[in-house]
């Protein structure tokens, strides 16, 4: 059901993405199909202005729109004249939340990609000087950058690349179960503007959230301070220094996260289960 919103959105975006990307060509080509200085050709240019800036916003809007649309999908298909259907299906309510969960981290990371290949597409074929296809200093730049990174990466640095990977997608994750347990009990708690008590329990739990991470990070701090002072940390070499601590705060971060959204996950199923009443 996810695919009837995203699918015409995604052409959408593609399609408004190509001709920003043209207009932006025009632009820094100086392309004109009026005599220079004129009132047409001054118009011209405004409109290639404004077909770009209205390209990078519908992409903006598409990027913040793929979440909501899923998490709307997600209300829908539980807390409205769906829910009777989909709370009568013979699957457990674990397998609900998880095949819900995978289906709209599934419709973010497409809309993720989009979003980045039309950046990409910007970058290659907008701004062009005369003479050229692509944007052959972008890719010299680019080009120059991974032989430097190459000459430098080391273990280190790979270790940290992966767990920066790990990281987001379990951020994601937990990001879509977090708004998945504030609509449950935004519906649950709410008898009217149900669609609003969500948004304000979103809003308290990523709150509480939040406190409970910069707690952390405050102590881990402090704490790492302390090591580096006494020269007793790094999971690495056995020494005290900066990577170590790095690897360490990667860790525990992925850990705590994914410990939150296990929590999400299972008090979601609770509500679900024991405290939703469908009316």
Known sequence: AGAKLMVPASLFVIATTLFGTLALRFSCQGVNAFPKGSVAADLFNAATAMVFGMSVVALIFYAVASFIMVLVHYYRNLFTDEGYLTFTLPVSTSSLITSKMLASVLWIAVAAVITMGCVLVYVTFGPVPKGQLIYEDFYREVGELMRIIGKEITVDIV????????????????????????????????????????????????????????????????????????????IMTGTASFIGVLHLYMIINIVFSLIIAITEFLVNRYLLKNKLNIQ
Do not use: P, R, W
Request: charge should be negative; proline fraction near 0%.
């Open 159 to 234: 270790f940290f690349l992966i767990e920066t990977v790990v990281l987001v997608i379990v951020s994601v994750f937990g990001a879509v179960l977090q708004a998945y347990l504030a609509i449950t009990i935004g519906a649950i708690v709410a008898k009217k503007h149900k669609i609003l008590a969500s948004v304000g329990f979103y809003y308290i739990i990523n709150m509480a959230i939040s406190i409970v991470i910069n707690i952390f990070t405050s102590v881990f701090l402090f704490g790492s301070s302390e090591f580096l002072e006494t020269g007793t940390l790094d």
